[in-house]
């Protein structure tokens, strides 16, 4: 499987919007106001994300890139979308912020709780939809 380092933050940032995007919440709401279809359910955390074709027309549409990836690490992104320097990656089961835990026990958490901690811990912004 092919991974691809992305440079952009405002599609790094979409990526994030679209995990946190479940039905049935205010941000799956938002993303079926724009007639494109939210994650049914929330999925749990991994190193390695990946898109549907579906999933790439949400992210196609809050980015405005052209080209989506299929397949990415989601460190990466979270790199790209905080846009402050500092390195993001998993370590076993915690989520490290260059050589500090910031997030233990990703292996328990879906998608929508770990980005929510991402904001709360104010490394990311809010998505906006």
Do not use: C
Request: no cysteine; glycine share 10%.
């Amino acid at each position: 499987m092919k991974y691809i380092k992305l440079r952009n933050e405002a599609l790094a940032s979409a990526i994030l919007a679209y995990f946190y995007a479940v039905e049935g919440t205010p941000e799956g709401d938002a993303i079926h106001a724009k007639r494109l279809e939210p994650l049914r359910s929330d999925s749990q955390v991994g190193e390695q994300g990946g898109l549907t074709e579906l999933g790439k027309d949400i992210v196609k549409e809050l980015s405005g890139a052209k080209r989506i990836p299929r397949d990415f690490m989601i460190g990466d992104i979270v790199t790209i979308a905080a846009n402050n320097g500092k390195p993001y990656y998993f370590d076993d089961s915690d989520f490290v912020e260059g050589d500090k835990t910031i997030i233990t026990g990703t292996h328990k958490m879906k998608y929508r709780e770990f980005i929510g901690e991402l904001i709360k811990l104010k490394i990311i912004e809010t998505p906006t939809y």
